[in-house]
């Protein structure tokens, strides 16, 4: 299949996906080199940013591509996309701490830890922002850049408007 197949929000769920995935991968791979179990958690923050960016990235497109698709929507769904998907493996560990927690201490069935565990994971997602590194910079700068370069090279679909 060419290009033509495709939807620009299929391209640019995939490429984010793909590219989220591997900067992240390298990212924690670098930062928790030296680590016994370092294969297995570069593994588990992988699939955690492949899932989530492919989730976060089709709705963001399809949300802000709804009537009409340009350079700036293009750009406002990747950096949207980068906002949402930078903070979200932070979110998803705190929220595995604080579920455990909860449920180690004996609250009854797994509701009450799970919506108990959202807002500490929420502020430890949040965090990722008050600590803004370089590299999450480049991701959200990288991300932008893709919206926009799949609205200029990925031709509309025919059931695209």
Known sequence: MTVNHYSRR????????????????????????????????????AAVLAIGTACVSYAVWGLIHRKASNY??????????????????????????????GIKTGEAG???P??????????TGLLTFVVLTKVSLVAVIACL?????VVRCVPLA????
């Not at 025919?158 to 408007?161: M, R």
């Open 10 to 45: 299929a391209a640019f769920t995939g490429a984010a996906t793909i590219l989220a995935t591997l900067f992240g991968a390298a990212m924690a791979a670098y930062q928790l080199r030296g680590q016994s179990d370092l294969v297995l958690d570069v593994v588990k923050i």
């Open 72 to 101: 700036l929507r293009g750009g406002l769904a990747g950096l949207l996309t980068s906002l949402l998907v930078i903070p979200l493996p932070n979110f998803v560990s705190a929220f595995k701490t604080e579920f455990l927690k």
């Open 110 to 112: 797994f509701l009450i």
């Open 114 to 123: 799970a919506f108990d565990a959202v807002l500490p994971a929420v502020k």
């Open 145 to 149: 850049c893709l919206g926009v370069i």
């Open 158 to 161: 025919q059931d695209e408007t």
